[in-house]
Nanobody, 121 residues
């Protein structure tokens, strides 16, 4: 099962983007959904996670600027990113899993291919 991210692109610092993640062929409401990012040449970083029932956890880089949400009826998750900074430039990945260790990439069973977000200064 391949998740499908969309919504990435080039934006100026201070701008906003909304990423989407379509999760076909899985019982989406029973899966936690996470967002991770990986800047070029750096390690993957936890951004945010939301459980099937709507509990949310944010990584330090996302707090106060990013909002994670989901629409179980559409099998789609979202990451609203506001007040973007050049250091937010990365490939953003969504993932789905059923473990409660949300910040650990190994807790997720399914991944998307990623979408590039580039923030210019």
């Amino acid at each position: 099962v391949q998740l499908v991210e969309s919504g990435g692109g080039l934006v100026q610092a201070g701008g906003s983007l909304r990423l989407s993640c379509l999760a076909p062929k899985i019982p989406f409401s029973t899966y936690n959904m996470g967002w991770f990012r990986q800047p070029l040449g750096k390690e993957q970083e936890f951004v945010a996670a939301i459980t099937g029932s709507g509990s949310i956890q944010y990584g330090d880089s996302a707090k106060g600027r990013f909002t994670i949400s989901r629409d179980n009826a559409k099998s789609t998750g979202y990451l609203q990113m506001n007040s973007l900074k050049p250091e937010d430039t990365a490939v953003y990945y969504c993932a789905a899993g059923q473990s409660t260790n949300y910040v650990y990439p190994g807790s997720y069973n399914y991944w998307g291919r990623g979408t590039q977000v580039t923030v210019s200064s």
